[in-house]
């Protein structure tokens, strides 16, 4: 009997001891289950730099479950408090998240809100307004002084004047044949204005303004000067510069290498000026920074024999663009006429129909003469396209009109400044846009 005592006894024991050690289990389950319940609230987490903190309490955690001594529990419990302080940051991705979705639906106006946000917009499309801006804040800039010269006159015509009377057009008369816009012009621009006034008697202000830059507009977009010169059109493309010494030549080649060479063309450039040594090592510092290769001869050489050399090098190294610089002036003995004359049929033996763009470089400072100037290059040469420098020098800018209307030529470029960006393209609506700008749009 005392046997079968004993066996109740330590069955009993066993129970208890079976009874511990299942209760204790359920509980570092229970406990596991509330830490993952704990981990699922932290979204985002596994994207976090793993915090060499949590490692350690879950270290310690495990441990728990092996019995942990009560000061080890206070150790945990005391650093509880810093997870929700971890939480803040991952909490916020939430957020943050849920906004994207509600963008892409835009369903409110507060929605469309958020779409303004700064982190939101396109980070590309504020640049490109912000680079259109310069640009036409730059053009404005640069016809400042023209603006300040006959624009100025006219605009002080009408000031406080809603229509024009006889003798304000007398005096609009005047302004424009005093402009270096050229006779020519100037009558052209005024007979426009004269024959829209006599449609409504006498015109407003606004509407002559409007008038004188339509009429402008068109002037300058006649005979093609819209069109930018299309450098596909022939392999190498060979484009020969002429004018006058200090028209801007050689800086706008070196302008125009750059602006080539970034749109990654290969551009061979020839130093065709060989009358000053100077003009070479002008050119070869251009040289240096577009990383165009410049083909150059002695002081005093053959010009043409030079430009020949240049158009054979980009052959048969695959340039796609030959850029040759000439002298403005030679000895008294050489006429520059003969001698360009000469330079254009030895380009036209190194590549039959080059050179496919004969630019002419006008110094717009100079005016009236400079359409002057120009009538002896066109009768000596087929220029094709006329470059216009320093327009940002001069009050006499207007004489793009005159020389869009008299010599019947387009303007390709124009210069603005001696940096590479002062070259533009010439684009007659925003070019009038510019000259015409409103005092307020100056200080914009
Ligand atoms: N302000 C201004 N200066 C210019 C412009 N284009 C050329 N120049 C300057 O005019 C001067 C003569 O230019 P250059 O290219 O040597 O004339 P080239 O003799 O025809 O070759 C240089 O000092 C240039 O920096 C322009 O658009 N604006
Ligand atoms: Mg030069």
Redesign the pocket.
């Known amino acids: 009997m005392d046997y079968t005592q004993i066996a109740i006894v330590v069955a009993i024991a066993g129970l208890i001891v079976l009874l511990v050690l299942i209760m204790s289990a359920a509980r570092r389950k229970a406990r596991e289950r509330i830490q993952g319940a704990e981990q699922l609230e932290k979204p985002g987490k596994q994207e976090l730099p793993p915090a060499a903190d949590d490692d350690e309490d879950e270290g310690e955690d495990e441990d728990d479950g092996g019995g942990a001594a009560p000061a080890e529990r206070e150790k945990v419990v005391a650093k509880k408090p810093e997870k929700p302080a971890e939480k803040k940051q991952p909490e916020k991705q939430p957020e943050k998240d849920a906004r994207e979705p509600k963008i892409v639906a835009g369903k409110s106006t507060a929605d469309r809100l958020d779409i303004e946000h700064p982190d939101v917009k396109p980070s590309h499309v504020p640049d490109k307004l912000a680079a259109a801006h310069e640009r036409s804040a730059a053009l404005r800039a640069g016809l400042a002084k023209t603006r300040g010269g006959f624009i100025a006159k006219i605009k002080r015509l009408f000031e406080g004047k809603k229509k024009l009377d006889a003798g304000l057009v007398g005096e609009l008369e005047e302004v424009l044949f005093t402009a270096d816009i050229g006779v020519k012009t100037s009558q052209r621009l005024f007979e426009r204005v004269k024959a829209d006034l006599s449609k409504d008697e006498l015109g407003d202000a606004d509407a002559v303004w409007r008038v004188i830059k339509q009429e402008s507009i068109a002037l300058l977009a006649a005979d093609g000067s819209a069109a930018t010169i299309d450098y596909a059109r022939a392999t190498p493309f060979v484009l020969l510069t002429i004018?006058?010494?200090?028209?801007?030549?050689?800086?706008?080649?070196?302008k125009l290498a750059a602006k080539l060479s970034q749109q990654g063309k290969k551009v061979v450039l020839a130093a065709g000026?060989t009358f000053r040594a100077a003009?070479t090592e002008?050119l070869e510092i251009w040289g240096q920074r577009t990383g165009a290769p410049v083909v150059k001869g002695k002081e005093g050489s053959d010009p043409s024999a030079v430009i020949f050399d240049a158009i054979k090098k980009a052959q048969t190294e695959g340039a796609d663009v030959v850029i040759a610089?000439t002298a403005?002036r030679l000895h008294t003995k050489t006429d520059l006429m003969e001698e360009l004359q000469k330079i254009r049929r030895v380009i036209d033996k190194a590549m039959p129909g080059a050179p496919h763009e004969t630019l002419l470089?006008l110094?717009a400072t100079n005016g009236q003469n400079a359409i002057q100037q120009a009538d002896k290059f066109k009768a000596a040469m087929q220029v094709t396209g006329i470059v216009l420098?320093?327009?940002?020098?001069t009050a006499k800018g207007g004489v793009v009109l005159g020389i869009s209307d008299e010599l019947k030529l387009p303007v390709r470029y124009?210069?603005?400044?001696?940096k590479v960006e002062?070259?533009r393209d010439f684009d007659p609506a925003e070019f009038v846009e510019a000259l015409y700008a409103r005092e307020e749009e100056d200080a914009a």
């Not at 004018?243 to 070196?254: C, D, E, Q, S, Y």
């Not at 420098?389 to 020098?393: A, E, I, R, S, V």
């Open positions: 004018g006058v010494n200090g028209a801007g030549k050689t800086t706008t080649i070196g000026d003009a002008q610089d403005g470089v110094d420098t320093k327009l940002d020098g124009i210069g603005i400044g001696e002062d070259l």
